[in-house]
């Protein structure tokens, strides 16, 4: 069963769609994020729930 570390992320109402698209693609290039969810609200704010695998090492002795 793989263990995951999330990050939530709300923007506001104001926020345009491509601004928001920006700040997904460049947690995901640089911090290894993936979406896990997107919710958008009624009155036009974001919340999006990043993800990304934690990876353990294992001892070889």
Do not use: C, F
Not at 16 to 29: G, I, N, P, V, W
Not at 42 to 49: K, L
């Amino acid at each position: 069963m793989a263990e995951y570390t999330y990050l939530v992320l709300r923007l506001p109402r104001g926020t345009t769609r491509d601004a928001a698209r920006q700040l997904m693609t460049e947690h995901a290039e640089y911090g290894g994020w993936e979406l896990y969810r997107l919710r958008l609200y009624p009155d036009g704010s974001r919340r999006i729930q990043l993800r990304r695998k934690i990876i353990r090492q294992v001892r070889t002795l």
